[in-house]
C-alpha cells in the first residue's frame, strides 16, 4: 500500500532537515528520506554557523533528526530512485480529523502539545508526486523538496581522497580558520582554480599554486599578475601525489621526483549535482562552472509545479548555514502553497 503525505523531502541534511522543521511546526505530514551521504561527512567539524560552529556534522544532524521528531516528521533511511507525477493525492488524516495516509484515522501519538488544523476538504484530491525508494517502498505527497546534495569527485592524486577533509580540504571560510599561517599548497583542476589560491591567501602568506595538468598558458594575463602581487608561488608540472609523514601532509610530490613541503592543500573537486529526480520531472536547469543546477525563484521553487530544490542540490556554494536557510524559506513557501490551494478548492475559486 502507498502511503501518502502532504510533502515528501528528498534528503536528510541542513536544508532537508529544516525544511521538515518548518513543515512540522506547521503541522503538515511530513516524510524526510535519508540516504546518509552527508557532503560534509569527511570534515571532522562544522564551522561558520552562528551558534553551533565546532560541532561535529554527524552531531548537527543527529540533533536535527531529534527536532524534526518532535513535531511527528516521519524520517526513513533509504534512497529515492525515482519519481512521477500522480493524480489523486489526498490530504493524508490525522487524529484530530484530517485524512490518514491508509484512509482511516491514525491512531500513532504524536508529539505533546501538536495538533492538527481541520480539514478543509477531506474528500478532494490533489495531483502530486510518487517516490520510489530503494526499498521498493513507494509514498505519496502533493509537494516535493529535492535536497539532495551534490558529490564531491576528486581529482585521481595518490593522498588526495584520504587526506579529504582533514589536511587536503576545498573551502577556506569552512576550514580557513584551522589551518591559518600554515604552508598553503592549491592543487589546480582547471583554470578557474586561480580564484581559490587568491582565495586562501587571506589565511596563509605562503601560498603555492601547483598547476598540475593546466599549462600557464591558460591562465589569463589578469590572473598571473594577481598571482603575482598575491605573492603566489607558481609551480608547473604534474603532480604525482601527496607525501604523508606521522599522519600530517608534509609535502606535494611533482612526477620529476621534486617535494614541496606543504601542510595544508586546497583543491576544488568536481561538483557532481544531485538532480536525477528533477531531470525525471523535467525541471529546467541552468549550466555553472560547477555543474548544471534548477532554475529557481528565491523561495526555491522550481520550473516544475510543486517541485522545490533546496541546499547544494540547487546550488554549488551552499554551506551548511545557507542550506539551511534556504531550507526554511522552502518549507514557508510550501505550508503557504497549500494553504491557499486548499482555500481556494474550498472557495471554489479558480474552477
Not at 541542513?14 to 569527511?42: F, H, I, K
Not at 524534526?68 to 480529523?97: K, M
Not at 525563484?297 to 516544475?304: H, I, L, Y
Amino acid at each position: 500500500m502507498t502511503e501518502s503525505y502532504e510533502v515528501i523531502v528528498v534528503g536528510g541534511g541542513a536544508a532537508g532537515l529544516s525544511a521538515a522543521l518548518v513543515l512540522g511546526r506547521a503541522r503538515r505530514r511530513t516524510l524526510v528520506v535519508d540516504a546518509g551521504e552527508p557532503r560534509n561527512a569527511p570534515a571532522a567539524h562544522t564551522q561558520g554557523f552562528l551558534t553551533r560552529d565546532g560541532m561535529p556534522p554527524a552531531e548537527f544532524l543527529a540533533v536535527g533528526r531529534e527536532e524534526i521528531a518532535r513535531y511527528g516528521v516521519d524520517l526513513v533511511r533509504d534512497r529515492a530512485v525515482d519519481v512521477r507525477r500522480v493524480a489523486d493525492v489526498r490530504r493524508p488524516r490525522s487524529p484530530h480529523g484530517v485524512p490518514s495516509a491508509h484512509g482511516t484515522p491514525d491512531t500513532a501519538p504524536t508529539a505533546p502539545g501538536i495538533g492538527h488544523p481541520p480539514e478543509v476538504d477531506a474528500t478532494h484530491p490533489y495531483d502530486g508526486f510518487e517516490v520510489t525508494l530503494a526499498s521498493g517502498r513507494t509514498v505519496r505527497a502533493r509537494r516535493l523538496v529535492v535536497a539532495t546534495g551534490l558529490r564531491d569527485e576528486l581529482p585521481d592524486v595518490p593522498g588526495v581522497a584520504e587526506r579529504f577533509g582533514r589536511d587536503v580540504l576545498h573551502c577556506p571560510y569552512c576550514h580557513g580558520w584551522e589551518v591559518r599561517d600554515r604552508a598553503f599548497g592549491v592543487l589546480a583542476t582547471s583554470p578557474l582554480s586561480v580564484h581559490q589560491a587568491l582565495m586562501v591567501t587571506q589565511w596563509s602568506k605562503d601560498v603555492t599554486f601547483f598547476l598540475h595538468r593546466v599549462a600557464e598558458r591558460d591562465l589569463a594575463e589578469e590572473d598571473l599578475r594577481r598571482l603575482g602581487a598575491a605573492g603566489v608561488r607558481i609551480v608547473p608540472g604534474e603532480v604525482a601525489g601527496l607525501v604523508v609523514e606521522d599522519d600530517r601532509l608534509s609535502g606535494v610530490r611533482l612526477a620529476d621526483g621534486t617535494v614541496h613541503a606543504r601542510e595544508a592543500v586546497f583543491v576544488a573537486p568536481r561538483a557532481v549535482p544531485g538532480t536525477d529526480l528533477l531531470e525525471r520531472l523535467g525541471a529546467e536547469l541552468r549550466e555553472t562552472p560547477f555543474g548544471a543546477y534548477p532554475v529557481i525563484d528565491e523561495q526555491g521553487r522550481t520550473s516544475v509545479p510543486g517541485v522545490w530544490a533546496s541546499g547544494n542540490a540547487s546550488g554549488f556554494s551552499e554551506q551548511v548555514i545557507n542550506a539551511a536557510s534556504r531550507g526554511y524559506r522552502a518549507g514557508a513557501a510550501i505550508n503557504g502553497d497549500l494553504l491557499f490551494a486548499d482555500l481556494d478548492a474550498a472557495a471554489g475559486i479558480g474552477h
